[in-house]
């Protein structure tokens, strides 16, 4: 009752004031009564406190996941929460010095006092300071609702390879507008601060957490800029059924990891973790992060919103600009199509006369998202005169036209290319076959960390991309009773970028690979080197089927090896093709061939011919046929696949 709760502040406001009177006596100051309270109610062990604190239990004992010295007001804070929640409540009973109120506890941690004030109501009893620097952080951020945005994986850039998730801080409404502006809303990532570009010390780094991960605030249309337009990253957004206080706790808590440092780990602690993290600090109702895995990544944020009943309230998908003028492009006719393409080469290229008014302006506003998408960086640039003013004129061309047609509408959410649609990352495989080297059959069981290749169920995932960690096949055969490896795959990226007339990217191939080999150089050796192929991709427009070749060279090690002038060395060159087909049912068939030149060695050529067809019979469940045909051996077998 509200009388209740006013005498209790009294008395506790007489009570510190009496302890404050008799501090510095003799020996250490009296314990504050405010902390006997804490204490009484066991507050240091429960799970909101330990969340605000970011501690964890472990097998060896527990820790803060945050790193930097400055989160903590206790020595021994990072691994003694109750030690932390004392010296917290200590510190906020100092004097708060004038002009110096963003130094203080109260200012510093404004979730921790939320919180701590809704269980000990202590604020009653003190002058509370105004925390200009707070004051200003929370006016711009202003928040009324949360979302998690997911970027989609982008392997042109090892860093956003798996993808990206940040949070969306949406602003509240004016009196003004009924719709959210989203240039005043906030983009938060958590994101590694790199100090390399040495990709092996890159690696090495980010896997081993040398790099500080720091919380950074921008526009969330700086974010739309960056990864939906520069990098054409489809975005799909997640809105949060949180409570007002929830979102403002949130808030607050975000201003206390903001000054403060935690260490980025590539594969664990990354922005999937850290995201998850803070929102159940700030909602410590729900679990998030008990069902992510030991590696981490981003698609994994996004599935564990859906383990909690209600928690995702809305979803909202914003195509990248490739997506947006492909989606125009499918709709055009061919005089059309040709039309925009002659529009980007020169810009003054005259409108064909049977093009209507509708059909012209859709063709000027096509030609403007084509030169948007293939040139989305070098306009952000402005370096380029030419292309800024080829751009302008066709704009300007369209106006004239008609300032008052509509743009085309929004291209529906390609529901089945959603993060929350495909199948997790890591995977289990079991199969049996048969070979025609010794005869016999065998039995198989793999293992792969994480992601995805172009063979798996193809809902959550592009098309045309494949990216694999540890890929591992282990095998025994049942004739000779011997367990060999098979494969073991440290990483392998495939990017298959469609050539049309408006994008003309390359398509490329790179592999550390190990696996082996059946010629007569070689006639059942494991080899392990490294690969590369570059060349181009033709597709139809929907990407469901596609054809590839490439140019590839490689180099491999082999103890068993006849290679170059007999050493253990192999070097080898030449095409590299491939089909890959969505089928009925989501089927997938992928087919590739390569044929090598062998410089240097006895053995002058070797080929590499796989097909795979494999079909899911769940979300994480799928059956295949894979056949492989090398030299001296032809092989097929039948494998189930589980992903987890």
Known sequence: MPGS???????????????????????????APVVARAREMGIAGSLAWRRLVHYRAGMWGGTSGVDGKEFFLSRDGKNDPEAELEATLNAFLLPVPAGKEDTHALCRFPARRRFLDE?????????????????????ALDPESVAIVYSANYLNNPASAFGHTFLRIRKRRSAETSEHIEERDSGIDFVATVDTKNPLLYAFKGMTGLFQGRFQISTFEAKVREYGNLEARDLWEYGLALTVAEVELLALH??????????????????????????????????????????????????????????????????????????????LGAVEKDTVEALTLRPETPLPPRLSLVESVTTLDTAVFVLDARFARQLELKHDPTLLAARARLVARRELLSASLPPPPPRPAPRDKAPDRGPAGMRFTLGSGATTQYGTGFATFGYRLTLHDLADPPDGEPELSQLQFLDTRLRYDLGRRALTLDRLTFAEVVALNPLTRYEHAVSWRAEAFGMRLHDRACPDCFAHGLDFALGGTIASENE????????????????SLDGIDGSIVRVGVGPYVGMRGRLPNETVAVVTGSWSYLPGEHLRSTYDVRANLRRPLGTNVAVGIEAAMQPTSREAQFDSYLYF
């Open 5 to 31: 709760r006013t005498l209790r502040a009294h008395l506790v406001r007489v009570i510190l004031a009496l302890s404050l009177l008799t501090r510095g006596a003799r020996g250490a100051p009296p314990e």
């Open 119 to 139: 269980q000990l109501h202590f604020e009653g009893a003190m002058h509370a300071p105004t925390c200009p620097a707070l004051s200003r952080f929370m006016t």
């Open 254 to 331: 975000l201003w206390e990891l903001t000054a403060t440092h935690i260490d980025y780990y590539y594969l664990t602690r990354n922005c999937s973790y850290e995201i998850l993290e803070t929102i159940e600090a700030a909602v410590p109702r729900v679990d998030l992060v008990s069902h992510l895995k030991f590696v981490v990544l981003p698609k994994d944020t996004v599935r564990a919103l859906f383990t909690v009943p209600g928690l995702v309230r809305a979803m909202e998908y914003r195509p990248s600009l490739r997506s947006q003028f492909r989606a125009q492009v499918s709709h």
């Open 544 to 559: 469901h089927l596609a054809f590839f070749a490439m140019a590839e060279s490689y180099v491999a090690f082999s103890g």
